[in-house]
């Protein structure tokens, strides 16, 4: 029953490491989307995309970037880690347009990066 | 611009407690509203939602949230909580017909529920 797969719950890197988190969804969303969660600040949007390689900046772009280069997977890497990205990422897919349920999110499960 | 706020950052109950967690978003017009619940270490699911319709909309677990539009809220509630329901909630809302859809989300509230 899973539908939104992150491939790592747990990443230590080092600072200046490229990172890679991979997040694909099996139920045909046309959106999806990354967002950081941290204690007290709640979810910010990092990146999302309504298509592929389509991508729109969110809150806090920067020093990130984002690859759709298929429907089902959305990639968000991380140039140059720095001890400031520690924190939890979440994934999330939605279908596009503005009907209501457009705006129903479903989540990973999250990955957590320590950056060293 | 869109936001969302909780005002409750830690709530400490005892079981059978009444619960309402505060939410409030900045936005006239038609807005979808959301609660979502993060279990401990489990990921976020999707509560209840409003999109039109009957103010009072019901959810899983026993939990309910009226929208209430004149005050720009969206709060939580249950009548009797248990020990299950430990987690951290988190109210999101988007208005209707603006650009693509990611919502925005509060802060978030934890809820300790105390046997």
């Known amino acids: 029953d899973v539908k939104v797969t992150q491939s790592s719950r747990y990443l230590v890197k080092r600072t200046g490491e490229k990172v890679f988190l991979e997040c694909v969804q099996d139920?045909?969303?046309?959106?999806m989307f990354w967002y950081r969660q941290d204690p007290g600040l709640g979810l910010r949007l990092i990146y999302f995309?309504?298509?592929?390689?389509?991508?729109e900046k969110g809150d806090i772009p920067e020093g990130y970037s984002v690859s759709r280069e298929k429907k089902e997977r959305f990639s968000l890497i991380l140039e140059s880690a720095s001890t400031n990205q520690t924190s939890m990422y979440l994934c999330a897919s939605s279908l596009r347009g503005f009907l209501s349920g457009a705006n129903v999110l479903t989540f990973g499960a999250g990955s957590r990066l320590t950056v060293l | 611009a869109q936001s969302v706020s909780q005002h409750n950052h830690h709530v400490i109950l005892s079981e059978a407690a009444s619960l309402e967690l505060g939410c409030n978003y900045s936005?006239?017009?038609?807005?979808?509203l959301f609660w979502y619940v993060q279990y401990p270490g489990q990921h976020l699911q999707l509560l209840l939602k409003?999109?039109?319709?009957?103010?009072l909309v019901k959810g899983i677990k026993g939990f309910e949230a009226e929208f209430i539009k004149s005050k720009f809220s969206f709060n939580l509630r249950k009548p009797s909580v248990q020990w299950s329901d430990t987690a951290e909630y988190f109210c999101a809302g988007k208005k209707l017909q603006t650009g693509a859809n990611n919502l925005f989300f509060g802060t978030g509230t934890r809820l300790t529920v105390i046997p």
């Open positions: 936005y006239g017009g038609t807005v979808n």
């Open positions: 409003y999109f039109s319709g009957d103010p």
């Open positions: 995309s309504y298509d592929v390689k389509m991508k």
């Open positions: 139920m045909d969303h046309e959106n």
